[in-house]
């Protein structure tokens, strides 16, 4: 079945780690990849997009994501976190030349720092 | 930047009323959505909206939803009647373009929380 995996529910590092959040996904194509953050009562937005070449992409606030066909998989990375990096994460994909706008979305990913 | 505004942020409803939730889209945008969040579950897309018209719906946007726009202010879904399977969170989400340019950006409200009793 077409899916949108986050394995992790929660991922907790401390400050300054590195991080990595995964998403997989399983269509017949490859779609348009996208990761979304969702900080403590605010809305979506959007941290980065993939719609094709370079692999590695960067976005807003230090992160970073690299798209791998042969992995099926799109994770979301950071070097070095800070507590404002606290939020739940969302990878979501659209589809390319099926004339629909819809976002399919992972279930998120909620990081957070060790205290 | 641009933000899309949900008031309120919850909602408590009886089963077998009406309800609207109301969406507050970016001033210039043209194009507009709800996306439907069970707890535990991924967003799931509803519906979106350009033109006064529905453009795309989904499967889970029942007979007893539907959408308008009046007079270019709130962007609202409506709910009649409601039922318990309607308890999530939506959130409404703009556009200024059709989406599917790779240059366009989906801006989200932080969401309305439904609860059906």
């Known amino acids: 079945a077409q899916s949108v995996t986050q394995p992790d529910a929660r991922v907790t590092v401390s400050e300054g780690a590195s991080l990595q959040l995964r998403c997989k996904y399983s269509y017949s194509a490859t779609p348009y990849l996208f990761w979304y953050v969702q900080y403590p009562r605010q809305g979506l937005q959007m941290l980065l997009k993939y719609y094709s070449g370079d692999p590695v992409v960067q976005g807003v606030n230090g992160f970073e994501a690299e798209f791998s066909k042969s992995d099926s998989s799109f994770h979301l990375r950071k070097a070095s976190v800070h507590w404002s990096d606290s939020a739940v994460y969302f990878c979501a994909v659209r589809l390319p030349g099926t004339g629909s706008n819809r976002l399919t979305f992972g279930k998120g990913t909620k990081f957070s720092l060790i205290p | 930047g641009p933000k899309v505004l949900q008031i309120p942020s919850h909602q408590i409803i009886d089963m077998g009323q009406m309800v609207t939730l109301n969406c507050d889209p970016v001033s210039n945008h043209l194009y507009f959505y709800w996306y439907k969040q069970i707890l535990g579950q991924q967003m799931e897309f509803l519906v979106n909206f350009y033109n006064g018209k529905v453009m795309e719906k989904s499967k889970l946007f029942k007979d007893q939803f539907s959408v308008e726009r009046p007079d270019g202010s709130y962007f609202t879904l409506k709910i009649q009647p409601t039922a318990l399977e309607d308890s999530a969170v939506y959130f409404c989400?703009?556009?200024?373009?059709?989406?599917?340019?790779?240059?366009?950006?989906?801006?989200f409200g932080s969401g309305t929380r439904l609860t059906v009793l």
């Open positions: 989400a703009s556009s200024l373009e059709d989406w599917g340019s790779s240059a366009e950006t989906l801006y």
